[in-house]
């Protein structure tokens, strides 16, 4: 019995073959949205839940308390010995400096290692997974060892054989490679591609012996105490026991403005405060977004099998009437579904493929995801088979029911189906119109927040990072600018406006007894600050570059922040600037129309602008118009010749500011091709309803055209049905829309107000697509001669 | 064998009854072969189908071979039906999708008959109606009255009691027509009872006995 059905399915299928293309690609499409989904969840939530004890380990984080709780993480290296030996419930703890910006020569070639170096010792491997695949890891207690992962070793030494070779940091240090590391596991928000060992940090960073290792006050985020501790529930203690060892060791005032706490790892990533801060409702919108386009290609499904009744009512009152039991029938409609379910689900991991190496070539870029393991893949396939059968095969188990083999043979029974199959219809392009409207909104905001400077100007600024020990060259470099005709004007800084790492620290304004219990932030350069970024200055004038005698221009928010209104009553006041100036009390001496100085997601903050050369880290050069390629040779030539251990690196200011907004970003991609998807599976829907419905309506299509109609009123007769369709799911999604992207658009502090375009272009889109999807069929069956459709059997 | 007593069918039509079968009494002897005969409209169609059970009456009693078969549970019903009755259709209705084989195999793979009995009977039938020949063409490459023969032995596949045709040559020409009557004396002669709906004189002479039907009532039986 089961072989015969598989061979009418088979047949029917095949007979069917337009339908079942449509419905095969559909759900293909749809599985494949909706496997890729699931590996992107998967692979965020299982971001640091693989180590053996992900559940032990902590790491520390403080909060600063001013008026906000400033959160940060990363302590001193003081701090770390302190951990090490006085505090017993931990089990192991590391130091673990990463993101190090170095330059090493190996073989004579240079590299930058780009933040992917790291400085720890062999406890971080006890704590984290990331197995060794040659070497000792003791080793890496060691000074003047380096270990690598598999993918860096191959990309310096061309081969993984790597143990005993040497790499030269900075030109100056030799360090012998002990180990190679295995870099599989991707998903850890605490990983590097190349280890130094902790014992050489002071050698290769060329620290000087003024505190970095004693002084607990050293503290620097980059510096992450991990650690694993003997049960998770000492962490009240753990945390008390920290504060006991601040107390003891720094000061006790230290408490007043920090308090330290313990995040566990796995949190890490999804936390907001300290951590990466990726979103968790980004997941839900997928899975959402998964699911939703999943029931569309259902729908269309459902929808075929519903309208397809026509031919199948009556092979089903033949049926019946041949003794069939409504079971049988059932069973055979479920082996057809399972089939080309089955079809689609094989299509779908093709697909799947494809789009993964697509996606991670260009839509994820910085950090691939990971494949799942093919266990859980599996499962989650047969789970979407079986599911998509099921769900699809509660239609026809309706039709069933109802079906009456006479009013089956004698092709009768359309029954009620078209309301249901109207409301799908409807349902499916509301889901398609909501993600179009997304979309629309998406892509304008995230546009705005990339190109909108608030208060100052990037067009045409190049960056060039520049490393402190490089800083001996500066009167060189300046001739050099200076000289050159193609730059309008350069400044030494420290962060540019809109820049990931803004400091900031407290301030004692006009010689109070109190220092102000809020910080502003800093930006820090030279006097050419205002010009090459074009922050207007408001009043007063533009301030020194002397450290002694500091002066400092404050930002508009900052002068009503003090209680002022008039820029020339708060000029020539005394301003003591923690962190931007710690010898010298200085002089405002100006004011400044706000700018940013973080990205767009943040509010403007009161901001002071000084000068503190021991800051500096990058150039920052305004060029004149779009020479930009010929500048760069120039500079390059002549930045070989000042350096020539160094690599020459530059970012367009216009890009690293649109590397800011990484995340919106991906969102604004995901959700285009999200839309994209559901606008072609709800394509694919209307072309096999069409069809159908022309098959339906040919003998009225006849006598209408015979009744003396135009090809055009036939197009328009067939057309009224689906326009109408797609208006309906416009007003129904239309109000969904405005109400979720306004809930979207208040997370930020700058966004686009919604308006009536982007809605009427929906619905233009909308209709444009489907009258586009509809046009060719129904001309072709508005021209078909009626003498041919009229015909009887 | 079947018993008809005070059958009646209607439809509502805007508040009032419509009336298709009205008081029918009728009785059929097993090794009959009936001719049912009236004009378009007159009930001839739905009668079958009551009695084939594809239909219910509104009212009235149905024994078939002493059972009340209307009292019957719908499962009881449909077995009853898979293993006495066969049907003929005036458009065939073949199984597009299905070879001349697979048609006449169908409702003995509903039967949940062994491969190797569905094997026999099929190349039993194949051998009776002499087909053999075609037994791998679809529907579609078949003439009318080559499909009506593939129906007819369809329809005997499952050895049924009774065999109920409607307009069994309606589709077809005078010369394929009557090969298909002849095949039914043939069958009655074999000893199965024949009920068929048909519009045409000649064709219902080939039965023992014509029941004339006018507006849903029997006429001198």
């Not at chain 1, 505190?211 to 991990?226: A, D, E, P, R």
């Not at chain 1, 299509?347 to 691939?368: E, H, M, S, V």
């Not at chain 1, 249901?420 to 499916?428: A, G, H, K, N, P």
Request: aromatic share 12%; glycine share 6%.
């Amino acid at each position: 019995m089961i072989r015969h059905f598989f061979k009418t399915a088979i047949r029917h299928l095949s007979k069917h073959k337009k339908h079942t293309l449509l419905n095969v690609w559909g759900l293909a499409l749809a599985i494949a949205c909706c496997l890729f989904i699931y590996t992107f969840i998967v692979y965020q939530l299982g971001f640091d839940r693989f180590h053996r004890q992900s559940d032990r380990i902590f790491m520390v984080v403080k909060d600063l308390k001013l008026e906000q709780l400033e959160h940060s993480k990363g302590g001193s290296y003081a701090m770390y010995t302190a951990i090490e030996k006085e505090i017993p419930q931990v089990e192991h703890v590391t130091l673990y400096m990463d993101k190090q910006d170095l330059t090493l020569k190996i073989n004579n070639k240079l590299f930058k290692t780009e933040g992917k170096a790291a400085f720890t010792n062999a406890i971080y491997f006890d704590i984290l997974n990331f197995p060794w695949l040659a070497g000792d890891v003791q080793q890496l207690n060691e000074p003047n060892t380096v270990a690598l992962t598999k993918g860096i070793a191959e990309r310096y030494f061309g081969t993984t054989d790597a143990i005993g070779k040497t790499i030269w940091v900075e030109s100056q240090h030799p360090v012998t490679v002990v180990g190679i590391i295995d870099d599989s596991r991707r998903n850890s928000d605490f990983r590097s591609e190349i280890y130094f060992s902790l014992a050489s940090v002071k050698e290769l960073k060329g620290i000087k012996e003024d505190g970095t290792f004693s002084n607990w006050g050293y503290t620097h985020t980059s510096n992450n105490f991990l650690m694993s501790l003997h049960q998770s529930n000492a962490k009240p203690l753990v945390e008390k026991s920290l504060h006991d060892l601040v107390a003891k060791y720094w000061h006790k005032d230290v408490l007043e403005y920090y308090s330290y706490r313990l995040l566990g790892l796995p949190d890490f990533h999804f936390d907001k405060d300290y951590g990466s801060g990726t979103q968790k409702s980004l997941l839900l919108i997928l899975g959402s977004i998964g699911l939703g386009i999943l029931g569309m290609a259902c729908v269309n499904y459902i929808n075929m099998i519903s309208a397809q009744q026509l031919y199948r009512s009556t092979e089903m009152g033949i049926r019946k009437a041949l003794g069939g039991t409504k079971k049988q029938l059932f069973l055979q409609f479920t082996i057809e579904t399972l089939l080309l379910s089955l079809i689609a689900l094989i299509l779908a991991w093709l697909l799947f493929f494809i789009a993964f190496d697509w996606a991670n070539k260009y839509l994820f870029l910085a950090d691939p995801i990971q494949r799942i393991p093919l266990g859980s893949s599996l499962i989650i396939s047969l789970l979407l088979w079986w599911g998509i059968a099921i769900l699809t095969s509660i239609y026809p188990s309706l039709f069933l029911k109802q079906l009456h083999i006479q009013t089956g043979i004698k092709k009768l029974a359309l029954g009620r189906w078209h309301i249901t199959q109207r409301t799908l219809v409807v349902l499916q392009n509301s889901i398609a119109l909501l993600l179009v409207t997304g979309t629309i909104v998406i892509v304008s905001q995230v546009r705005y927040l990339k190109n909108t400077d608030k208060g100052f100007d990037r067009s045409s600024v190049l960056i060039i990072p520049i490393k402190s020990e490089m800083w001996n060259q500066k009167e060189k470099i300046s001739n050099l600018l200076r000289e050159n005709p193609a730059i309008i004007s350069y400044s030494f800084c420290d962060n540019p406006p809109s820049y990931d790492k803004v400091w900031g620290g407290t301030v004692q304004f006009d010689d109070n007894a109190e220092w102000e219990t809020w910080a502003p932030r800093f930006a820090i350069g030279d006097s050419s600050y205002l010009r090459t970024f074009g922050i207007h200055l408001l009043a007063g004038n533009n301030f020194n570059q002397d450290m002694k005698n500091p002066q400092f221009l404050i930002n508009e928010t900052m002068l009503n922040k003090l209680g002022y209104t008039h820029a020339q009553d708060i000029i020539g006041k005394n301003l003591m600037a923690g962190g931007l100036n710690d010898q010298h009390k200085g002089k405002i001496i100006g004011v400044v129309a706000d700018f940013s100085t973080h990205s767009l997601n943040e509010a403007i903050a009161p901001t002071v602008l000084g000068y503190n050369e021991t800051r500096f880290k990058n150039i920052a050069i305004k060029y004149a118009g779009t020479a930009s390629s010929r500048l760069l040779n120039t500079l390059e030539q002549q930045w070989k010749i000042l350096y020539p251990n160094e690599v020459f690196e530059y970012h367009f200011y216009d890009e690293q500011i649109a590397n800011l907004y990484k995340k919106e970003a991906l969102l604004e991609k995901l959700i285009w091709i999200a839309a994209m998807l559901s606008i072609t599976i709800s394509t694919f829907g209307f072309l096999g309803l069409l069809s159908i419905i022309i098959a339906r309506r040919t003998k009225e299509i006849g006598i209408r055209k015979v009744l003396g109609s135009s090809n055009v009123g036939i197009f328009q007769l067939l057309a009224k049905d689906f326009v109408r369709w797609v208006l309906i799911a416009f007003l129904i999604s239309a109000p969904i829309a405005w109400y979720l992207l306004r809930k979207w658009l208040e997370d930020f502090t700058y966004h686009i107000t919604l308006s009536w375009w982007m809605f009427v272009l929906t619905g233009i889109i909308g209709i444009f697509t489907t009258l586009l999807t509809i046009s060719f069929q129904s001309f072709k069956a508005a021209k078909t001669n009626p003498v041919n459709s009229l015909r009887d059997e | 064998m079947i018993k008809l007593e005070n059958i009646f069918k209607w439809y509502q039509v805007s508040g009032a009854r419509s009336f298709v079968l009205k008081d029918i009494n009728l009785h059929i002897e097993q090794g009959d072969f009936v001719s049912i005969m009236g004009p378009s409209g007159s009930g001839k169609s739905t009668l079958l189908n009551v009695i084939g059970l594809l239909d219910e009456p509104n009212e009235g009693k149905y024994y078939f071979m002493d059972e009340d078969v209307l009292a019957l549970k719908a499962k009881k019903r449909a077995a009853l039906f898979q293993s006495h009755m066969g049907y003929v259709f005036q458009s065939y209705h073949l199984i597009d999708e299905l070879t001349v084989y697979e048609n006449i195999e169908t409702p003995l793979i509903y039967k949940n008959l062994s491969s190797k009995e569905r094997k026999a009977i099929v190349a039993d039938m194949l051998d009776r109606f002499g087909i053999v020949g075609k037994k791998d063409l679809f529907p579609s490459q078949l003439s009318g009255g080559q499909q009506q023969v593939v129906g007819i032995a369809r329809a005997l596949a499952g050895s049924p009691k009774l065999l109920l045709a409607d307009e069994p040559t309606g589709n077809l020409n005078s010369k394929q027509g009557e090969h298909i009557m002849s095949l039914f004396k043939q069958l009655n002669e074999e000893g199965v009872t024949i009920i068929q709906v048909t519009h045409s004189e000649k064709n219902a002479e080939y039965g023992h006995r014509i029941v004339n039907l006018l507006d849903g009532q029997l006429k001198d039986i």
